[in-house]
T-cell receptor
Framework: DVKVTQSSRYLVKRTGEKVFLECVQD?????MFWYRQDPGLGLRLIYF???????EKGDIPEGYSVSREKKERFSLILESASTNQTSMYLC??????????FGPGTRLTVT | RKEVEQDPGPFNVPEGATVAFNCTYS??????FFWYRQDCRKEPKLLMS???SGNEDGRFTAQLNRASQYISLLIRDSKLSDSATYLC????????????FGAGTRLFVKA
């Protein structure tokens, strides 16, 4: 069974704080993804990675950065959190050109 | 035009009804197709892949029409537990690997 885990289910941070969201997968997948999901806007891709130390911008990378130092781990960093980054953050992983498997999500609130 | 389009619904159906969703895609070179299910405040979960010849999994049938560029999901004998949002997913590999999620169709099954 594929397992994707995320470091927190709920997180509350203050404006200006640096925020780290971690994602770990146990299926040796090459690809890993970070999305945010907001009501009425669907899933929006922030960044993805197809290999260790490789990253590609998605549709909404502004205000975010990522790190992939090990194949199983993909981190999303909010350098200086803002209230408009309050959202549900979903991590996913996949083999190349295959279906994605999602973690349970982190509901981030920035106050 | 969006790359992947779904009717947002909601579809309100009684238990036992048959309901069908369509999803259109714009890239004729798309190569892999999936349906996901997402419950309220949870992560998307893979429901089924969609094969060219059509495929069935219990009460669920998925079909692909390449000529008209759409995929469909048919749910027979709807259960209360089928209430969820259904997302279609299209993967293409022209000019780079790309996964596109539809915005989802909401289904409510009522007793």
């Amino acid at each position: 069974d594929v397992k994707v885990t995320q470091s927190s289910r709920y997180l509350v941070k203050r404006t200006g704080e640096k925020v780290f969201l971690e994602c770990v997968q146990d299926m040796d997948h090459e690809n890993m993804f970070w999305y945010r999901q907001d009501p009425g806007l669907g899933l929006r891709l922030i960044y993805f990675s197809y290999d260790v130390k490789m990253k590609e911008k998605g549709d909404i990378p502004e205000g975010y950065s990522v790190s992939r130092e090990k194949k199983e781990r993909f981190s999303l960093i909010l350098e200086s959190a803002s209230t408009n980054q309050t959202s549900m953050y979903l991590c996913a992983s996949s083999f190349l050109n295959s279906e994605q498997y999602f973690g349970p999500g982190t509901r981030l609130t920035v106050t | 035009r969006k790359e992947v389009e779904q009717d947002p619904g909601p579809f309100n159906v009684p238990e036992g009804a048959t309901v069908a969703f369509n999803c259109t895609y714009s890239n004729s070179a798309s190569q892999s197709f999936f349906w996901y299910r997402q419950d309220c405040r949870k992560e998307p979960k893979l429901l089924m892949s969609v094969y060219s010849s059509g495929n069935e999994d219990g009460r669920f049938t998925a079909q692909l029409n390449r000529a008209s560029q759409y995929i469909s999901l048919l749910i027979r004998d709807s259960k209360l537990s089928d209430s969820a949002t259904y997302l279609c997913v299209v993967i293409s590999n022209t000019g780079g690997f790309k996964t596109i999620f539809g915005a989802g169709t909401r289904l409510f099954v009522k007793a």
